[in-house]
Nanobody, 123 residues
Framework: QVQLVESGGGLVQTGGSLRLSCAAS??????????MDWYRQAPGKQRELVAA???????DYADSVKGRFAISRDNAKNTVYLQMNSLKPEDTAVYYC???????????????WGQGTQVTVSS
C-alpha cells in the first residue's frame, strides 16, 4: 500500500507562485518505479490531469498549464513536485497527487491517491 501526502497549497494572488510537494511512503517496489501525476479538481468540475512524470523522467502537461507549471521528482526523497508560476484564478482547485505502480510487463496497474491540497488564486 502506498501513502501519498501533499503539501504546499495555499492562497496566492494572480501572477504568484506555489510549489506543491507529494511525499510517498509504504511502497515495497520503490518510488523510482512509479509514474507520478498531479491532478486538480475545481468546484463543480471533473478532476483533470495537470502534469505527469514517468518513472523514466518523461514529462507531460495539460495545455492550460504548459509554460507555467513544471513537474519534477526526487527519487532519493520519494517526492514529486509541482512548481506553479504565473498563477491564474482558473488554477484554483484541490490538487491531488497520484501514483501508478505497474506489474511486470505492465499488464496491470495499481493506483494510489493523496488527500489533496487546496490552491486558491485570488484576482
Amino acid at each position: 500500500q502506498v501513502q501519498l501526502v501533499e503539501s504546499g497549497g495555499g492562497l496566492v494572488q494572480t501572477g504568484g507562485s506555489l510549489r506543491l510537494s507529494c511525499a510517498a511512503s509504504g511502497s515495497t517496489f520503490g518510488f523510482n518505479v512509479m509514474d507520478m501525476d498531479w491532478y486538480r479538481q475545481a468546484p463543480g468540475k471533473q478532476r483533470e490531469l495537470v502534469a505527469a512524470i514517468s518513472s523514466g523522467g518523461s514529462m507531460d502537461y495539460a495545455d492550460s498549464v504548459k509554460g507555467r507549471f513544471a513537474i519534477s521528482r526526487d527519487n532519493a526523497k520519494n517526492t514529486v513536485y509541482l512548481q506553479m508560476n504565473s498563477l491564474k484564478p482558473e488554477d484554483t482547485a484541490v490538487y491531488y497527487c497520484r501514483a501508478s505502480v505497474f506489474s511486470l510487463g505492465r499488464a496491470t496497474v495499481s493506483r494510489y491517491w493523496g488527500q489533496g491540497t487546496q490552491v486558491t488564486v485570488s484576482s
